[in-house]
């Protein structure tokens, strides 16, 4: 079967991208960086055209494209983690240079978008009681980084804030 590959492009940065990112995940790596040759459309000779990168196994594309396209908001990854520590590992570490959003999703500081969720998060806000649910989901509209804790807490009936 053939494996969708995410295809991100940067102004230039591909490289520094991904080498923050495999920084941040385990299992990851770089796995080629393609310069261009000399006499080429794409840049000066030796200027890195396309970098191939894994984050914990699953392949990404990082194309140094220019300027003409920027990221949005329209298409962003997921980390879903095991656990608060991991979340906040998460989210300090893509967050580092970029800025904080609503709900869990932020932008790093090359401008692409990450929602860092706990696995409890999603299962808090899908109580099979619907006030648990409710409560859970209205703590997680007011915060930037998800907490557990205050999800579990608000879902419990304890007051917010």
């Known amino acids: 079967m053939p494996r969708t590959v995410p295809c991100l492009w940067f102004d230039g940065q591909a490289e520094a991208a991904a080498a923050h990112y495999v920084s941040i995940f385990p299992n990851s790596e ?15 000779a030796g200027y890195v055209m396309v970098v191939e990168f894994t984050l914990d196994g699953q392949p990404y594309t ?18 879903m983690c095991e656990d ?11 967050s580092e240079g970029g800025e904080e ?45 998800l907490d557990v804790a205050a999800m579990r807490a608000a879902a ?3 007051p917010v804030g």
């Open 30 to 44: 770089v796995t080629s960086v393609q310069r261009a040759p000399a006499d080429t459309p794409s840049g000066p």
């Open 62 to 79: 990082g194309l140094n494209g220019g300027p003409q396209f920027t990221f949005s908001e329209a298409v962003s990854f997921q980390v």
């Open 84 to 94: 608060q520590a991991e979340a906040d590992h998460y989210w300090d570490r893509l």
């Open 101 to 145: 959003g609503p709900c869990g999703w932020l932008k790093d500081r090359f401008g692409l978008s990450w929602q860092v969720v706990p696995k409890e998060a999603v299962a808090l806000m899908a109580d099979a009681d619907p006030e648990r649910a409710r409560r859970a989901t209205e703590a997680m509209l007011g915060m930037t980084r």
């Open 156 to 158: 419990d009936g304890a």
